[in-house]
């Protein structure tokens, strides 16, 4: 079981903001470790979308963005698009565990 | 650009141990600039972390496994490995490696599927 929540899935029409939070606690998120954002596309391997709770790598466009406070996270998606429809994962340390992931978030298209 | 492949059997017996080697290719597995990551996704579930490993030789495991794994790196084959052993069906999951520059997972390798029957 992760010590990471995330709600299991969110939706929204072209166009909107849709965000996904990840919570945590005083032991990872809140202990000040960065968070950081997967994108996971149907059958294929997982890609970095933010590192740091904050950075975007290079190639991923700047509707995603990352911010992080107390002892959770969120990642934003701005002007969503039909090829954002995927799963996402938050990724942080946490004291005890070391290397965690978040539970996992689907986003739909609607 | 760095790429990492996962190699290894698909098939994997109860009890007997899971083996997959990572190859690195684009950079050398031996830089400081880098560690390097096994995670893995049971069908239809999320992400867990297993374990890394560092430049330096030093290994940090996700304790809920860390009595049954080993991380290994072969810098003359530019190759980093993985061994579980005592599997269970618990096991059967797609196995990723993956490099971190970042403290996150940059890079990640395409996955392989390993089941765990008899």
């Known amino acids: 079981q992760s010590v990471l929540t995330q709600p299991p899935s969110v939706s929204g029409a072209p166009g909107q903001r849709v965000t996904i939070s990840c919570t945590g606690s005083?032991?990872?998120?809140?202990?000040?470790?960065?968070v950081h954002w997967y994108q996971q596309l149907p059958g294929t391997a997982p890609k970095l979308l933010i590192y740091g709770n904050s950075n975007r790598p290079s190639g991923v466009p700047d509707r995603f963005s990352g911010s992080k406070s107390g002892t959770s996270a969120s990642l934003a998606i701005t002007g969503l698009q039909a090829e954002d429809e995927a799963d996402y994962y938050c990724?942080?340390?946490?004291?005890?565990?070391?290397?965690?992931f978040g539970t996992g978030t689907k986003v739909t298209v609607l | 650009q760095l790429q990492l492949q996962e190699s290894g059997p698909g098939l994997v017996k109860p009890s007997e141990t899971l083996s997959l080697t990572c190859t690195v290719s684009g950079g050398s597995i031996s830089s400081s600039s880098y560690y390097w990551g096994w995670i893995r996704q049971p069908p239809g579930k999320g992400l867990e972390w297993i374990g890394s490993?560092?430049?330096?030789?030093?290994?940090y495991y996700n304790p809920s496994l860390k009595s049954r794994v080993t991380i290994s790196v072969d810098t003359s084959k530019n190759q980093f490995s993985l061994k579980l052993s005592s599997v269970t069906a618990a096991d059967t999951a797609v196995y990723y490696c993956?490099?971190?520059?970042?403290?996150?997972?940059?890079?990640w390798g395409q996955g392989t599927m390993v089941t765990v029957s008899s």
């Open positions: 993956a490099s971190s520059v970042t403290n996150a997972f940059d890079i």
């Open positions: 490993i560092y430049y330096s030789g030093s290994t």
């Open positions: 005083s032991s990872n998120i809140g202990a000040g470790y960065d």
């Open positions: 990724q942080s340390y946490d004291s005890s565990l070391s290397d965690v």
